[in-house]
């Protein structure tokens, strides 16, 4: 071992190996010590992984790019706050996985819709725990994404060169907040009916394009049966689309910029020396 290399740390040592396993290379027709043909299949084995890896790298060219998002650096004091980003997103993940499975048995025509949503919760299985999942792990979302936005705000780090993230990240927001109102229509129940009728209402008291807005949700001048196929469609296809797209654009600069230090420690000037400047 060259002098420059580090011995590894104890618990990073392969450990000796046990009695059984050296009776084992033994039986294997090897003296002991030297590997048998048992230790030769679990050695080829391991490597398998490896080689379907190297296999896909030289196909797809991928493992610079993997390395690059995998492997950054990140700024001393890092903590539990930087993973509220993360949490978001895997809100975000659980509210696809679990739509899928509620849109399976959904069915968004106005006269049945309601039908359709009472069966997932009384008849499907597992249909209520998902339908509960589903219903809320969408505040949860709003919540970590509230949170999320407090921390890159209280940390500076929507300050240059992130201002673009930030922007990014506000239409996040908006989207996100869409997807509730969307979704809340869908039950068709007297509540959600009402409260989007209100909902509406509120957009259409909005300058200028107040009125526009209030047409297009509605599906024309008058609440009617394509009001909730609309909603079904902007809550199923369109904002899931746009936020999956968004966040992939959020992550890459993520990955591309790193994160801020915590303001505390981008405080701390070190003096330069004579040499260092
Ligand atoms: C679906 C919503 C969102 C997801 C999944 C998401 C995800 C993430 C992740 C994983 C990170 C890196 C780790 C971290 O700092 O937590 C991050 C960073 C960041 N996010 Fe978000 N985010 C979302 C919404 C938002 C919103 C609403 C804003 C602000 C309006 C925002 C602004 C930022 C900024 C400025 C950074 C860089 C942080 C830094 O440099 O330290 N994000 N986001």
Known sequence: MSKLTPPLPKFLRPAPPRPSEKERSSDNGEPNGKPG???????????????VVGWLDERTGASPFL????YRKVPKGTNWFYTLGSATMFAFVSQAVTGVFLAMYYNPDATRAYE????????????????????????????????????????GAYKYPRELNWVIGVVLLVLTLAMGLTGYLLPFDQRSYWATIVAVNL??????????????LRGGGEFSATTITR??????????GLIAALIGAHLYLVAKLG????????AEKKELTKEEI
């Open 203 to 216: 957009n259409a008291s909005a300058p200028l394009i107040g009125p526009f807005l209030a047409d297009f």
């Open 231 to 240: 909603f079904y469609a902007l809550h199923m296809l369109l904002i899931p």
């Open 37 to 51: 043909r048992a230790d030769k299949l679990r050695e080829s084995a391991g490597e398998g992984g490896a080689q």
């Open 116 to 155: 359709s949503a009472s069966h997932i919760t009384n008849e499907v299985f597992l249909g209520e725990l998902v339908r509960g999942m589903h219903k809320w792990g969408s505040t949860v979302m709003i919540v970590l994404l509230f949170l999320h936005m407090a921390r890159t705000f209280v940390f």
């Open 259 to 266: 994160t801020t230090a915590p303001p505390w420690l981008r």
């Open 67 to 70: 390395r690059g998002a995998l």
